[in-house]
Structure formats: C-alpha cells, structure tokens
Nanobody
Framework: QVQLVESGGGLVEPGGSLRLSCTAS???????MRWYRQRPGQQRERVAQ??????DYADSVRGRFTISKNNANNTVFLQMNSLKPDDTAVYYC?????????WGQGTQVTVAS
C-alpha cells in the first residue's frame, strides 16, 4: 500500500497563488506522478504530470501551473499562479505503483474574491 497526503489548499483571490504538496509513503523516483482536479459537477481531470524530469500539463493550466518533485522527500508539488475562479476544485495527487492507482484524500482550492 501507498499513502499519499496532500496539503496546501485554501482560499485565494483571483490572480493569487497557491502551492500544493503531496508526500508519498514510498519512493517516487521512477513513478509517474499526477495531479488531478475535480470541479463542482464535473468529472475528475488530469492537470499535470511528471515522470523523471518530463512534465506535461492540461491546456487549461499550461503557463500558469508548474509541477515539480523532491525525490529525497518523496514529495510532488504543484505551484499554481494566476489563479482563476474556474480553478476552484478539489485537487488530488495520484501515482501508480505495481500497476495500481493510488490517490490522496484531496485538498480543496477555492478561488474567489
């Protein structure tokens, strides 16, 4: 089993920034790590992913969000800048070990004035 613990969510005004963290209970060195989000009334969508040093982003966040990781601490980050109300969602960390998906509990991000 793998535990993923997210933190860093909260309430921020439009144009503001937040940094999400996700710490895994096992090594993430060679693991594809992803951030997903689920906006109210919508399906969960992939936001960003990182494998080794290769990164990819959803079109809706490219240029505003940055994914990174610290292998020594088994932690993945999502730096979110220029936040918009449409970014309001529960953000989830995901990783695949032994062919199985593991998820964090989610952290709420609310962008509002």
């Amino acid at each position: 089993q793998v535990q993923l613990v997210e933190s860093g969510g909260g309430l921020v005004e439009p144009g503001g920034s937040l940094r999400l963290s996700c710490t895994a209970s096992r090594s993430i060195f060679n693991i594809l790590m992803r951030w997903y989000r689920q906006r109210p009334g919508q399906q969960r969508e992939r936001v960003a992913q990182i494998a080794y040093d290769v990164k990819d982003y959803a079109d809706s966040v490219r240029g505003r969000f940055t994914i990174s990781k610290n292998n020594a601490n088994n932690t993945v980050f999502l730096q979110m800048n220029s936040l918009k109300p449409d970014d309001t969602a529960v953000y989830y960390c995901n990783g695949i070990w032994w062919g199985s998906d593991f998820w964090g509990q989610g952290t709420q991000v609310t962008v509002a004035s």
